[in-house]
């Protein structure tokens, strides 16, 4: 109970480096980060304007770290960051915000617009501006191991079931295996059949992979939320149960943010790089494919398509796997008008699908995925984030379209040579 | 082309015809002195009705600290073109180079012209007037500032022809022992055209001068006094090698394989990116060529100080002058601000850091 504005203030200060002034000072104001933006597109609201959403950050780099702001703040002007910017601001920082990286690509001097969000998001958490269901699940997070509660126990009963359907094992805490994977709450809760669906690949590959009990879960709310001291300690779990496995390679899941904080953001959370590799588990699979390990016998004849998450795709720049995998099976794949880098979020990643508050908004932001679907008319949609596969259930639901929602690792199992 | 007393009241038309030149061939050079300038083409019959009646109109030219080169390239033709015969049809009173009368009798008709065409004549000066001693050039005794300021005072406008009267040319490169200045340095109160050029090209002078028989005014001016139609767009723009420069094929040296294959003379120092002249277009020799296509690059010689602007071979992206100490003074002080002020931030940031307290999930909330 010890947030407040001078605890943030002093995070904002700690933030500015030689990124975050450069970015800053080569802003030309030409907007163009707003029309790259959907929670603008939508709702053709310019307060939406990605870069302003970084303004309690900019203010601090003004005052504090250039010549005339100082000036500025010695004779009290200057704008200030107080109490009423930040209430003002934690409905475009974190409500309006899925941090999906789309105004950094077509910035026109280079500006990661959204490491200055997701920056601001650091002081307005330490000053307790942070949503109230964000906050909730990054306590379980740290106290329960899962934003969504999701328990040991809970996870082995899951085992079973997919023990049981498949019958294959579920190979847990293994040492000296090849792969260690993870897995988010999502699965584990909505889509256990990832499990199965990975136990058969990998079965089929004669490839030794295994689950940790002690850090199974794969999301990182400390970097949803803004909190790197929280989303370090997670990603520690995570590095010392890998350590105490031995394995090579950690695989994060179909989840778009865990592979950003687990892969990109890990090491500098930690502070030292690791002695595993992190791929994605498309970036495994793909590996597969190429090896020639895996080999598919049925194809699809289904219009499919495929959405790209944003820290996967553009992010994460697991682009073209998804795409080799796809063609191992789907005889009418479709791209959507625009995709891969320059995809459209589904309006509900960054920790917005967690935050109740933003309920309306996500789904008026939907539109946008609406309108690209709209255009090739999918008879399905395979994609590999279980949020966005969630949010997109739900936006379906909510326009009225009837559109089913395929997981990559799921529909390869299924298409398998027996 | 001297003072020819019983021509004076003949007018261009009376003139063209006795030279033989058919009016089909005038009507094509209106139409062409109208393109080059960019007037639309309704305006050909105006032209050509106006140089039709316009009386031989009197031209004083006063050549100061100059080669000659400028009158060279204006009568230098091969053969006889309508150019030439606007030349020639112009009253030109006073002329150094091209006039017959000598000594006393050449000042006299200086004199005369003035007092007759008060107010109406044109002058054009080749060549930079000294300021630093008025006894480096002069004629028939009078220093050259003085005769410009006497001629000028009843002149309806000025033409400044090459790159001296215009800016100062090379007699005005450092360290300008005669303290050379351009005819615009002296003249405020006149409407003054700056036709550079080392020489210019002789075709802009007849656009020019056409344009005040035709108008009775001059063209649009550039910022640096110059005709835009002539001198609107950069010798790179219209060079035939720009797609060589936009690919990135450059000649090195000029016997390398791209030299012969022609290639972008960037590199060789070509001042064709910015220097504004019609070179590219209009050509040399009666079209025939402008250095460029001779394998040379551009010097940028209708371009104030273009003398003193870097070696000619040297590539436009090269400092002009040796820069090293400004350089390295510059950089270290730079470097020491720049050390000075990062040690400052530097102490901002580590004490908001040594502040920090981790946060914790008890720390979320207020």
Known sequence: MSASLEKGINVLKEQVDSTVAAFFSSCVHCGMCTDACLFYTETGDPSKTPILKAEPLRRIWKS??????????????GKKVDEKLLTDWETLVYDSCTLCGRCSMVCPVGNDITLLIRKT????????????????????????????????????????????????????????????????????????????AVAKIFNKAGVTWTLSSEAFEATNSGIQIGVSDIAAELVQRTVDAAEKLKVKTVISPECGHAYMAIRWDGPNLVGKSFNFKVRHILEVLDELRQQGRLK??????????????????????????????????????????????????????????????????????????????????????????SNCRLHLEEGLEEYGMDIPLLSLTEILAEHLED | MTDIPEGKDETLGDVLRQRGISRRSFLKFCATTASMMALPPSMIPTIAHALERAKKPSVIWLSFQECTGCTESLTRAHSVTIENLIFDSISLDYHHTLQAASGHAAEEARMAAMEENYGKYLLVVDGSIPLGNPGYSTIAGISNYDMLMETAKGAAA??????????????????????????????????????????????????????????????????????????????????????????????????????????CLYKLGCKGPTTYNACATTKWNNGTSFPIESGHPCLGCSEPEFWDGGGFYKALSMPTEDISKTVIYTAAGAVAAGVAIGAIQKGRKNSAVASHSKTTIDDLEK
């Not at chain 1, 508050?357 to 994609?383: G, M, T, W």
């Not at chain 2, 340095?185 to 344009?211: F, Q, S």
Request: one cysteine or more.
């Open chain 1, 296 to 385: 598919t016998s049925s194809m699809d004849t289904q219009k499919l398509t495929y959405h790209d998450p944003c820290q996967i795709s553009r992010r994460g720049g697991v682009i073209n796997e998804p795409r080799n995998l796809i063609g191992m099976f789907a005889e009418n794949f479709v791209e959507m008008s625009d995709r891969g880098k320059m995809n459209w979020c589904c309006g509900a990643g960054g920790g917005v699908s967690s935050n109740e508050r933003a309920d309306e908004i996500r789904l008026k932001v939907f539109q946008r995925k609406k309108d690209q679907l709209d255009e090739i008319k999918p008879d399905a949609i395979i994609s590999a984030c």
């Open chain 1, 64 to 77: 504090e770290y250039t010549l005339s702001g100082r000036i500025a703040k010695l004779f009290g002007l």
């Open chain 2, 158 to 263: 000025i033409i400044s022809v090459g790159t001296c009267a215009a800016y100062g040319g090379i007699p005005h490169a450092k360290p300008n022992p005669t303290g050379a200045v351009s005819v615009g340095e002296i003249i405020k109160d006149k409407p003054i055209i700056n036709v550079p050029g080392c020489p210019p090209i002789p075709v802009v002078i007849t656009g020019v001068l056409t344009h005040f028989l035709t108008f009775g005014t001059i063209p649009e001016l550039d910022h640096i006094g110059r005709p835009k139609v002539f001198y609107g767009q950069s010798i790179h723009d219209r060079c035939y090698r720009r797609t060589f420069y936009d690919k990135g094929q450059f000649a090195e040296t000029f016997d390398d394989e791209g030299a012969r294959k022609g290639w």
């Open chain 1, 121 to 196: 998001r650091e002081g307005m958490a330490a000053a307790g501006h942070a949503p109230e269901g964000l906050i909730a699940a990054t306590k379980r997070s740290v106290t329960i191991g899962s934003p969504m509660g999701v328990k040991l126990p809970a996870l082995q009963a899951q085992i079973r079931h997919v023990e049981k359907d498949t019958g294959l094992t579920i190979p847990v805490d293994v040492e000296g295996a090849d792969y260690m994977l993870l897995l988010s709450s999502m699965e584990i809760m909505h889509f256990p059949e990832f499990i199965g």
